[in-house]
């Protein structure tokens, strides 16, 4: 059973930070990918930013220049800093990761979520 738990989220000022992470617990033999997505009220979820277990990262468009993802492997645990946050940013953030476990070849599994709130 994996179990992916987030921690970091709150309330900010528009232009402060807040640093996101979620550790991956539970019998995982390897990691492919970890992600951070996003859902705003009425909105869809999106997807912020990923980096592979190498290092290769990607973010969406919104986020570049202002977002960092790293990953520390053998922790387990995925980051997100967030610098220079708008009121756009408001949303539930949450957790992905992309791995295998003893029983389960690769799946996709979630975090909880936390909420990021930046008024107005």
């Known amino acids: 059973q994996v179990q992916l738990v987030e921690s970091g989220g709150g309330l900010v000022q528009a232009g402060g930070s807040l640093s996101l992470s979620c550790a991956a617990s539970?019998?995982?033999?390897?990691?492919?990918?970890m992600s951070w997505y996003r859902q705003a009220p009425g909105k869809q979820r999106e997807s912020v930013a990923t980096?592979?277990?190498?290092?290769?990262?990607n973010y969406a468009d919104s986020v570049k220049g202002r977002f960092t993802i790293t990953i520390d492997n053998a922790r387990k645990t995925v980051f997100l800093q967030m610098n220079s946050l708008k009121p756009d940013d408001t949303a539930v953030y949450y957790c992905n990761a992309y791995l295998s476990t003893f029983r389960i070849s690769y799946s996709q599994y979630w975090g909880q979520g936390t909420q990021v709130t930046v008024p107005l």
């Open positions: 539970g019998s995982i033999v390897s990691i492919g990918s």
């Open positions: 980096i592979t277990s190498a290092g290769t990262t």
